[in-house]
């Protein structure tokens, strides 16, 4: 409470011990933002979460320690947006992390709340129409054998908008799927067996010599930034140490970078909800490389300022609400196989 307390921008309305005084103070309080302690006496953060995307949809950020990346999935397929970890140590350095990361989230959902949350949760857990379904299932092999890739970077709210796009893509998706979630280490491996879990197509956190192959999503790890190289007559991953002057690892702009250089006009690069610029500079090279580039729209993102960074380029070819870009990622792929992508992206 006191580091949300030490911003003159934030109001800090209420406190609970528990489950059940949290519903109590939530009813009384209308707060526009709740931070979740999963680990509660009484009445756990899982029930109360229940019952607030139930009766009162709330942006919720969950507040969980390292260990219990599990838990925070669980959370976060329940209706929370975001998370922060608990330091391991009182250490200053952490704390002092820990309280810009949580004001920075604070303050970028300062916006998600009412009718744009509303639409937030109808579109993040619509299911896929027969029409859509039938539409990806045509998307095979490509005209000319080539492989494909599609670079997604998301941050604040990203893992239900990766798993709404993911759950879209067909088992016979003719490119490859490159992930970068902004996210700490040891949450990338559990984000991608949750997902594993729930889609049509394979998921795993990155290893380099990782091959890029059809139909495959590779998750960057959450303290490496993910690149490309050639391997004979593939190209597979490489993962890179961040350097000490990078602002966000794992980095977007390294991923759709090497993406563009390896893949040229076989690329797409997609920005969906996060703080920051990070995957502005990934999109420029992808559309100078010939690629084609979505950004997610203000109407669904949690927080715009990803997306909006990459829009201010002009070099994003579509602007969609999330439910609308799985099915045009899967449109400019099949147009690839036809051999239209380039006359329809110019």
């Not at 998301?154 to 067909?170: D, E, H, N, R």
């Not at 799927?177 to 889609?199: C, D, W, Y």
């Not at 190289?229 to 490489?238: E, H, L, T």
Request: proline residues 5%; aromatic residues 4%; positive net charge.
């Amino acid at each position: 409470m006191g580091m949300l307390e030490s911003d003159r921008d934030i109001e800090v309305v209420g406190t609970a011990k528990d489950g059940v005084e949290a519903i109590e103070k939530t009813v009384k309080l209308r707060p526009d933002i709740i931070t979740l302690d999963l680990e509660m006496p009484g009445m756990d953060g899982f029930s109360f979460l229940r019952w607030l995307v139930r009766e009162r949809p709330t942006p919720v950020i969950v507040v969980s320690t390292h260990g219990n990346a599990q838990n925070v999935f669980k959370a976060l397929d329940l209706g929370a947006l975001d998370f922060i970890t608990k330091p391991s140590a009182k250490a200053l350095h952490e704390l002092r992390l820990i309280r810009h990361e949580l004001l920075e989230k604070v303050r970028g959902m300062k916006d998600m709340r009412g009718e744009k949350f509303r639409i937030h949760r109808i579109f993040s857990k619509t299911s896929l129409r027969d029409d859509e379904t039938r539409d990806s299932q045509v998307i095979q092999t490509d005209r000319d054998g080539s492989l494909g890739v599609v670079a997604i970077c998301a941050s604040t709210g990203g893992p239900p908008a990766v798993q709404k796009i993911l759950t879209m893509i067909p088992p016979d998706f003719s490119a490859g799927i490159l992930i970068t979630q902004h996210m700490p280490k040891g949450f990338t491996a559990s984000f991608a067996e949750s997902l594993n879990r729930v889609v049509r197509i394979g998921v795993r956190e990155a290893s380099t010599g990782d091959i890029v192959e059809s139909g495959k999503a590779l998750i960057c790890p959450g303290d490496f930034h993910m690149a490309l190289m050639k391997n004979g007559k593939r190209v597979s991953v490489i993962l890179k140490h961040p350097r000490s002057e990078d602002r966000y690892t794992p980095s977007a702009d390294v991923m759709m970078t090497s993406a563009a250089e390896h893949f040229g006009s076989a690329s797409i690069g997609v920005v969906l909800t996060g703080m920051g610029n990070d995957g502005t500079r990934g999109v420029v090279e992808i559309k100078e490389k010939g690629g084609y580039t979505i950004a997610e729209s203000e109407t669904t993102a949690v927080v715009f300022g990803m997306p909006h960074e990459a829009i201010k380029t002009g070099k994003v070819d579509r602007v969609l609400p999330l439910h609308e870009i799985p099915k045009e990622i899967v449109r400019v792929m099949k147009d690839r196989k036809l051999g239209v992508w380039k006359k329809n992206s110019q």
